[in-house]
């Protein structure tokens, strides 16, 4: 069955900086655009990066524009999310999720179909 798991989070000070994978299974992974959402306490949860499924589209929230790298390796069934510069502000539960639909930029998460448990990341000093 389909099945995303992330990992990589954890406590940073402020400026440093975390590889976020997402390893997925059960499901024709080359064939999904993946997105990374987080949600702070209290808050929505929101989009903050996007990769189409060949890796050649790539869209960043205003946030993290500059910080934030996203990559995939289809045959290794991977997506990352280099995170630098830490923020306080960016601490949150990491996400990521896949689709189908092919879009020129991230989609709402209602359009997702298949997520991960999610990944804790804090930034304190």
């Known amino acids: ?3 995303l798991v992330e990992s990589g989070g954890g406590l940073v000070q402020p400026g440093g900086s975390l590889r976020l994978s997402c390893a997925a299974s059960g499901f024709d992974f080359h064939y999904y655009a993946i997105a990374w959402f987080r949600q702070a306490p209290g808050m929505e949860r929101e989009v903050v990066s996007c990769i189409s499924s060949s ?3 790539t869209h960043y929230d205003d946030s993290v524009q500059g910080r934030y790298t996203i990559s995939r390796d289809n045959a290794k069934k991977m997506v990352y999310l280099q995170m630098n510069s830490l923020k306080p502000e960016d601490t949150a539960v990491y996400y990521c999720a896949a689709t189908e639909y092919v879009s020129t930029y991230c989609l709402g998460q209602d359009e997702y179909h298949y997520w991960g448990q999610g990944t804790q990341v804090t930034v304190s000093s």
């Open 55 to 57: 890796g050649g589209k």
């Open 1 to 3: 069955q389909p099945r």
